[in-house]
C-alpha cells in the first residue's frame, strides 16, 4: 500500500502534496479561543513525558494546586478533564444527575440550553425558565421557580459568552443549601478573569475552560465538585453512565492511587501548568481589576464611537462584550474584513442575537491597552466603510 517517493514533499492518496504547516497570525478578540501566552506556548512545546513519570506526577498535583487557588476552593476532588469546556460541563451532569432527577436550568443564553440538552441525555427531569438574551436573573426568580419545581439541581451560566451577561451570584448558594439543591455553576468564561469565589458563593460543581481567560489553547476542561456533590455521586444506585468523565474513576489517577484511566495529555498539563502560574505571579486581584479596566476602556471608546452595548453596564461582562450592530451596516462584512485584511477575529451573535451584534473578547493574555486601541481605531477607520 506505502509507496516510496523520491520527492520529499508528503504525497497524498488523491495526489496532492503539502507544504510544511505554517499558520496565520490572528489576534483573537471574539468568544474564544483566545491567544495564548507565550511562555505557555513554550511549555506546551516541550517534549512529552510519560503519563506516569515521577516528574507528571508531582505536576498533576501542582496543576490541582493552582486549579484550586485560581477558582478559590479547597475542592479536593479538582482536576482538569482532558476535552475541553464542554466535556467538563458534560462530566459534571454525568457524575451526579440519576435518571428522574429534577434538573432545573437558568437559561439566559446559548450555553443554558446546552446545559439542558446535556442533562435530557442523562435522562434527567429537566425544567428551564428562561430569560432574554442580554438579561440575568433576580434572586427572587430563582427562588420562585426552585420552589415551584423543587430540583436536585440548579444549573447556571455565569458568565453567559453568547450575550456578554454576568450574572450576579449573591445569596444563590445559600437560596440552594436552603432548599436541598445542588448548584452547578459554569465558570468557563469567567475563571482567571473576573471575580470568582466558588467556596465562599457555596457553588457545589463548576467547570471551565483552558482557552478562554487561561491563555492557553483549547484542549483542557478544568473540573471541581465538593464534599456535598461527592455524597450524591457516592450515593449513586447505578454506574456513572460515561467512561471517559466517570470522577470515581479519574480520582484513582488523580487520586493518591495513580491508576492508569486514559493516557494524559501531558502537554497540554504543561501549558496549564503556565497558564495558572502566570495568572498567579500577576496576582488574582490584579488579573481580575486588569480585566475590568481593559473592557472599561472598550465600552466606552465605543461608545464615544456612537455604538451601543446590548447589555446593561451592571451586568455587564468584562471578558466579552455584545455591540449592537447599526441597522445600515453589514455586520458579518465588517467582522470579515477584520479578518481577512487586519488579522483580527471578532465573534457574531449566536441564537436570538445572530446577525443583531458583534461579540469582542479581552479575555486572558489578550486583555491589554494595546489590543484595546487596536479595536477601537479599527472600529473608527473601518466601521464608516461598511455603513449603507
Ligand atoms: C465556550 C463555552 C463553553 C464550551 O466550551 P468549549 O471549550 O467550547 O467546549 C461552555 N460554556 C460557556 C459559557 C462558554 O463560553
Partial sequence: MA???????MLGTSGATFAPLTVPKRLLLGPGPSNSHPSVLNA???????????????????????LRDVWQTSNRLTLPMSGTG???????????????????????????NRLADMASRYKANVQTI???????????????????YKPAFLALV??????????PMEGIGDLCRKHNCLLI?????SLGSIPLYLDDWKVDLA??????????????????????????LNKRTGKVPNWYLDVSLLNKYWGSDRVYHHTAPVNMNFGIREALRL???EGLEATWTRHKLNALELWNGLEDLGLSLHVPSDIRLPTLTTVSIPSNVDGKAFSLHLLNNHGVEIGGGLGELAGKVWRIGLMGYNSNKTNVDKILNLFDSELPKFKS
Avoid at 512545546?45 to 493552582?66: K, R
Avoid at 466535556?87 to 435518571?99: D, K, L, Q, R, Y
Avoid at 455553576?185 to 468564561?189: A, E, R, S
Fill in 3 to 9: 509507496t516510496t517517493t523520491a520527492n520529499s514533499s
Fill in 44 to 66: 506546551l512545546s516541550q517534549q512529552p513525558v510519560g503519563h506516569l513519570d515521577p516528574f507528571y506526577i508531582q505536576l498533576m498535583a501542582e496543576v490541582q494546586g493552582l
Fill in 86 to 112: 464542554s466535556a467538563a460541563m458534560e462530566a459534571t451532569i454525568a457524575n451526579v444527575v440519576e435518571p428522574g432527577d429534577t434538573f432545573l436550568v437558568a437559561i439566559k443564553g446559548y450555553f443554558g
Fill in 130 to 148: 428562561d430569560k432574554k438574551w442580554g438579561e440575568a436573573f433576580s434572586l427572587q426568580e430563582l427562588e420562585e421557580a426552585i420552589i415551584k
Fill in 158 to 167: 455565569h458568565a453567559e459568552t453568547s450575550t456578554g451577561v454576568c450574572q
Fill in 185 to 189: 455553576l459554569d465558570t468557563v468564561t
Fill in 207 to 232: 467547570y471551565s475552560c483552558s482557552q478562554k481567560g487561561l491563555s492557553c489553547p483549547p484542549g483542557l476542561g478544568p473540573f471541581t465538585m465538593n464534599e456535598r456533590a461527592e455524597e450524591k
Fill in 279 to 281: 495568572i498567579l505571579e
